[in-house]
């Protein structure tokens, strides 16, 4: 954390990648640019171009695979690795946002670090139109329940991603804040929306303080004022 100002490591959905999410993320960033710094992350695996630019420009964190009469999410752990390369040269991260795919894959860092299986870690995350994976091999992945602070947001008219899933990936947080919103598959910006971030943003630095991450806190963390 550098001063007053959060650090966030920000995952894209699939076919975007870091240059595009960021440009669609520009209502919410110039809102928290007083209070969080975004570092972007494009996945490692791109999409196959067919000599279309654009699309060849777009990535995803895994693809999902029928075999052998279950669901495989091929890619996945090269993308962790990248993180975690990205996370050794750019970070540390205080949080972790990620929009569609990208916070399915938070969900399951999330997870994975509950279990501690990972080699870095984040204090919170912020998981927009998330839904589960599906892959049998991340099952286990949700059977301990995530401690960690979180906000889950999603949109009640969303095409692509249906409420229920969200509220699915949500049910696996302990006390996770939850804000529904009635527009579709994106990040909202409004002005509702940003009381809910600010106060999401309050809560984390909360959690900060508490006992589990007051040694954490005390080295990083200076008052705020928002």
């Known amino acids: 954390m550098a001063g007053n100002s959060l650090r966030i490591l920000c995952l894209h ?41 654009e699309k060849a420009e777009g990535r995803a964190w895994w ?43 938070v969900g399951l860092l999330c997870g994975l670090q509950q279990q501690k299986k990972l080699n870095f870690d984040f204090k919170f995350a912020m998981l927009f139109a998330g839904f589960c994976s599906r892959s049998q091999a991340h099952q286990e992945i949700y059977k301990e329940q995530i401690s960690l602070p979180s906000l889950h947001v999603f949109g009640e008219t969303d095409k692509i991603i249906p409420v229920e899933q969200g509220e699915k ?23 509702t929306q940003k009381d809910v971030y600010r106060d999401a ?7 900060f303080a508490t006992s589990s991450f007051s040694d954490w806190s005390s080295k990083h963390l200076k008052p705020s004022k928002l």
């Open 169 to 191: 990936l949500a049910s696996f947080f302990l006390n996770p804040t939850i804000l529904r919103h009635k527009g579709g598959h994106h990040v909202p910006s409004s002005g």
């Open 13 to 53: 959905g699939y076919g975007q990648n870091a240059d595009v999410f960021r440009e669609s993320l520009g209502g919410f960033r110039r809102f928290v640019k007083h209070h969080a710094n975004c570092s972007f992350l494009s996945a490692p695996h791109p999409l196959e171009s067919d000599n279309n630019l």
């Open 63 to 105: 693809f999902k695979k029928d075999e052998k009469e279950e669901i495989v999410y091929r890619g996945f752990e090269e993308s962790v690795l990248a993180i975690e390369k990205h996370v050794q040269s750019c970070g540390p991260f205080d949080g972790i946002l990620g929009f569609s795919q990208g916070a399915t894959m």
């Open 201 to 207: 943003y309050r809560q984390f630095l909360d959690a």
